[in-house]
């Protein structure tokens, strides 16, 4: 019965390997499960898969007007290029033509109507990329055009809204503004961001019999692409198998919008009866899908001699694009986290949803809270510089606290908040103070070069603010050798959930992780599952696979007991082995036992996020379930010249909880670092005055190079702390938290253009902060200068 | 017909499409999808394969991106993809590096990334940091923030044993030279083709019988046409082939380089003479496209924000063109006639680029300002070369690019200069004789105020480089 008879090992040995701990298991730095077959080329995503001989490719034709109404198409000259299979435009579409996530508002193809540059409005089928691109740009297409709103401000001003405004309200801001010593107020514009996840968006449909679909697609979604493939064919949702191995990078920018590629794939596939791949050119995929939301924020906020807040109004106005998406919770999140670490005192945060005529705009890692979170570090630095007094100090000195200063600005109350005590390691490790004089010294006697340094925090929420998306399913089947096959609805984009969670359940069953097969996500093993996102992948997921493992370990563990007629805190496993009172055997061995005396050894689990509720209309309630907390100190220098810069060094102490994988969360926390780094400096979209995007790929697009990270770059995870709350083996998510640690960055290349004021004046930088806005602010700090003293007190050239 | 090895298997194809990229090569026709496709633009680096190449009797490596080489490129060559590193069961120190540094999250760019560091082992036996960085720089990861990555860049070297590729070098050195062929390749498909001349004279033959023919060296600008703008070349001359056309020769008054010289080989021989040409060169695009960018290339396709012509202008260099038998020798200040527009006639080509060797004191600063330091296009390019004999000026070339439609001189500029004692004041003047030189344009990369106003601080940094106390003057310098 057994192939392991040959091998049996003794019961001294078995005893001896069962005493040392399990070296996969959770808490361990073991290497992503597919790094072996990325670094040979050997990982398969969807462009490398076999392709059948009669597949098509698809191409759709983009809108070249911002908005226009669709006068004609002509889809006839499409077919006199050989290789076409078909042409399709809206009408063509068999069921359901809108594929908004949420809301509707976005059609497969334009609906007589173009609301931006790359929209799709045509898509080709044929036998290669390159034809369908050059027969899609053959039809005729003519336009009517119409008046497009292209800023945030127009929006506003025209109350151009995908949904109504929503406000956040605690106590009486305006009041609080009357009363208080001082005032600031203020805007700024914080840019988008494009994902450039290295793999652009594509999926690749087979027709099945019953006129189904199996879709490989790259999408942090497979549920949704399930859902809305199903609705564009006009098909029941069980005749769609939705299969994603795994990502190359998400970010965001894969939960909602994988699924136009995949539909529109679908719909040449059931016209055409054809399997059919659509991927996306990079120029295609930056001009087609949306980005991280632009932001207009106004703030106006009251504080004390000590710089303390006493009341804070905040307008966060996102550009959503010309559709829904995902928006309507993006601007709430902004709206959740304009708090950061702080408390506000008094607070009315009303978040606005502009609709403009770009391509509608959606996740990305932080989800809005990004450019809600940079409002608060905006105002510190500016109440620093108006009280003379060092920034970090003001950080400090508003950080939520004891009863009275522990509430949010949506009536949650901030517990086990570790913030002060994790500022103040990470100042002296860093050796903030002693770094903050040598620097002062530098920039005495420096006239072209200036140092910055900045010290700032993040407290982020997690758990999906919709509440009913906090929930997960896991599928675990264990063989009769003893291997198990594991399924969770998770999404794999690099980030190691799988690895995660395959450590949590070698940690369960006590066995070595690669007697675990992590298999891909699929829509008929593991049902309506949320998308991978918020962070919550491995809190999510982790449980319930978590929950499948133990409810299969239950089961051997009552059987053993029966069978060997113990107790059953007589049976133990470990290591590979289970220990039955005075007996021991491999794992495999009570396995095959378990079979054969029949019981089930497979299990599905589930998992929902306790203790969390919120009322939006109240705007009230408990939306997330813990907060993560980290901070990061950078130090940067600034060309006063031409506002070039580069960063010195950054000290990031981040808190994960009790990790489960240091390795893969010190990997999130850089990564994550530098991206947050990138958005604020070198990254900057560009739409010019017809509303086409400029910076539509990597050559004018510039995210950050290998030189850009930190030239000293110290990370660290906060040791011995478990999360207070019961999530999987006491983590903490790791996703989004790190992304806003790049903020101390944008501070830092503040803190070294006030040196040109003396440190008198607060810049004010719209992000990205490029070279040319530095240089910009550099140049008005150098006038306030001029104006309000003969001899200036910073050295300038 | 083209004949290459593709790592070890002989490969000859007779009807391949010539304006098919490397890329689309392996993953298309060979099925070889390790090499993966992130943007088709040589910009991200995913793509990046390595070249071995016949150096007389030994191999040189070189990274180049495949979606930027059309595949006429390969002849007489060793194509080593992602795939090939493995020494069967055993994973190469780059790949095992990158494994231990968790250096891979969603492993797309990972096989770039890995024949990058493959191309760095093979080329440095122990880089310092700097040199890592560079052999990175062309290559973006999303995931990582890129420290595990120049982890491994490091960890690799632990690992000291030869390879296979070090194992078989002399049977692969004999393999190519049977490869290497008297006649001249070329590849045909439809109406389009592509020859690869061996001899510069053969070249200016083809031409003049190709007029219309595109002169293909690098491709890294060629190849755009194709995979960005999608328009068909239908012929082609490949000119990475004509050894001459690649010397780099030093003499005693000058430095002679000849046009289908890469970037990466210029780069020695001005870096020795022109320190500030080298830190230039080193942010110029990534190290996939030095190797593969020509000198000619990036003068001939005349842009007006190409990074080398204007520093190449204010050391007075001069190019030698040459049309069937004639040839002609003019500064390149005068070679660029407009946007685009060159003294180029058809079936001309520039042959060399005579660049006069520094004096004794290096006078050439070179100042590239971009959105990012590296592997990014200029908003403005400074390069200046001012000679001051007793404390007045008696000579100024200062050209900029970014500026205008070409790249160009600062005629306005340098006359104020010119005579004028060097001080705060004259360079005061000198910075605001630039208004009268340039009306630059606004664009995504930079407005024109700012393109003004960092071109007038370039004469600033330069006037504070040149005082004799020690000032910090450059982010460049921080590594």
Known sequence: MSNHQSTKKTVEEMLAQAKQELQTGVGRKVKHESAAKQVTGEAVYIDDRLEFPNQLHAYARMSDRAHARITRIDLSPCYEIPGVAIAISAEDVPGQLDIG????????????????????????????????????????????????????????????????????????????LAKAPHRIQGAVHIGGQEHFYLETQISSVIPTEDGGMLVYTSSQNPTEVQKLVAEVLGISFNKVVVDMRRMGGGFGGKESQAAGPACIAAVIARLTGRPTKMRLPRMEDMMITGKRH?????????????????????????????????????IDRAMFHADNGYYLGDATITGYRCKTNIASNTAY???????????????????????????????????????????????????????????????????????????????????????????TPVKFGISFTATFLNQAGALIHVYTDGSIHLNHGGTEMGQGLNTKVAQIVAEEFQVDIDRIQITATNTDKVPNTSPTAASSGADLNGKAAQNAAITIRQRLVEFAARHFDVTEEDVVFQNNHVIIRDQIMPFEELIQLAYFHQISLSSTGFYRTPKIYYDRDKARGRPFYYYAYGAACSEVVVDTLTGEYKILRADILHDVGASLNPAIDIGQVEGAFVQGAGWLTSEELVWNDQGRLMTAGPASYKIPAVADMPIDFRVRLVENRRNKEDTVF??????????????????????????????RVSPQIDAPATPERVLWAVESLKQAVAQDQPAPAAATV | MIKFLLNQELREEHTLDPNMTVLNYLREHVRKTGTKEGCASGDCGACTVVLAELDGDQLRYKSINSCLTFVSALDGKQLITVEDLKDKDKLHPSQQAMVDCHGSQCGFCTPGIVMSLFALGKNNAEPDKEEVLEALAGNLCRCTGYRPIVDAANAMYDDAGADQFQRNEQATVQRLKALQRTDTPSLALDKRHCHNPKTTAELAELFLQY????????????????????????????????????????????IELGAAASLSQCYDALTADYPDFGALLHRFASLQVRNQGTLGGNIGNASPIGDSPPALIALKAQVVLRKGDQRRTMPLEDFFVDYKVTQLQPSEFIEKVIVPRAGAVDRFRAYKISKRLDDDISAVLAALSITVDDGVVTDACIAFGGMAAIPKRARHCEQTLLGSHWNQATIAKAMAA???????????????????????????????????????TRVTAYV
């Open chain 1, 101 to 176: 996530c949420v809301l509707p508002g976005d059609p497969l193809l334009a609906d007589g109507k173009a609301e931006y540059v790359g929209q799709p409005v045509i898509a080709v089928g044929a036998d290669s990329l390159e034809t369908a691109r050059k027969a899609a740009m053959a039809a005729i297409i003519e336009y009517e055009e119409l008046e497009p709103v292209l800023s945030v401000e127009d929006a506003l001003e025209k109350e151009s809204y995908v949904s109504d405004p929503h406000t956040h309200q605690r106590g009486d801001s305006k009041a609080a």
């Open chain 1, 294 to 330: 632009p932001f207009f924020n106004q703030y106006d906020v009251g504080y004390n001699d000590q710089g303390i807040l006493q009341g804070v109004e905040m307008k966060l106005a996102g550009n959503c694009g010309y559709s829904p998406d995902l928006s309507n919770s993006i």
């Open chain 1, 365 to 455: 890692r932080g989800f809005g809270g990004p450019q809600g979170l940079i409002m608060p570090e905006i105002i510190m630095d500016d109440i620093a510089r108006r009280i003379g007094v060092d920034p970090l100090e003001i950080r400090k000195r508003n950080l939520y606290g004891d009863e009275g200063r522990d509430h949010t600005h949506y009536y949650q109350k901030v517990e086990d908040n570790i913030l002060p005590e994790l500022i103040a390691d990470l100042e002296q490790n860093c050796e903030y103070q002693k770094r903050r004089k040598e620097i002062a010294e530098y920039n005495r006697h420096s006239p072209i070069l200036k140092k910055g340094l900045a010290l």
């Open chain 1, 730 to 759: 006491h983590s903490k998510a790791v996703g989004e938290p790190p992304f806003m640690l790049g903020i101390s960055v944008f501070c830092a290349i503040k803190d070294a253009v006030a040196s040109v004021a003396n440190y």
């Open chain 2, 211 to 254: 007029p219309e023919a595109r002169l293909l060296a690098g491709g890294t600008d060629l190849a755009l046409e194709v995979t960005q703008f999608h328009r068909e070349l239908p012929a082609m001359i490949y000119v990475g082939d004509i050894a001459e056309l690649k010397q780099v020769e030093v003499f005693d008054d000058r």
């Open chain 2, 434 to 472: 630039l208004e009268q030189d340039f009306a630059p344009i606004s664009d995504f990369r930079a407005s024109k105020d700012y393109r003004m106003l960092t071109a007038r601080n370039m004469l600033q940094r330069y006037f504070v480089e040149s005082q004799v106390i020690e000032v910090e």
